[in-house]
């Protein structure tokens, strides 16, 4: 599903160069009219959009909201996969998509389960 994801998200972006190894926050950078852009690659293997991201993600998009944006890829193994671009739209104060899709943001606290 993570492939295929950034397999679609490096052919839609410009420039695109993954740099998915190298725990920036991000796994793309590419560039737009506007400049460099940080793109957030998460993938689904269903059509339900929902996603989360790591403290470090979810920091560099708050740090970077301008040049940040979520590229969620829904049904990612299927001919109907659905790529959506997520920016932070300063006039909505959100993360809105071209086609007008907002995102909720709900800050969450993790644990890790091991046996010892």
Not at 76 to 95: H, I
Request: with cysteine; proline share 3%.
């Amino acid at each position: 599903v993570e492939k295929a994801a950034m397999d679609l998200a490096m052919a839609y972006f410009d420039d695109a160069v993954d740099v998915s190894k190298e725990a920036k926050g991000w796994d793309i950078e590419a560039r737009d009219s506007l400049g460099q852009i940080l793109v957030e690659v998460k993938g689904l293997s269903g059509h339900n959009l929902c996603v989360e991201l790591t403290p470090n993600e979810f920091a560099m998009m708050g740090e970077h909201k301008e040049r940040y944006i979520l590229f969620v890829v829904t049904s990612a193994l299927t001919q109907s996969r659905l790529g959506r671009v997520f920016r932070f739209e300063p006039v909505l104060g959100g993360w809105t998509s071209g086609q007008g899709d907002q995102l909720a943001i709900a800050p969450i606290i993790g644990a890790r389960c091991t046996l010892t």
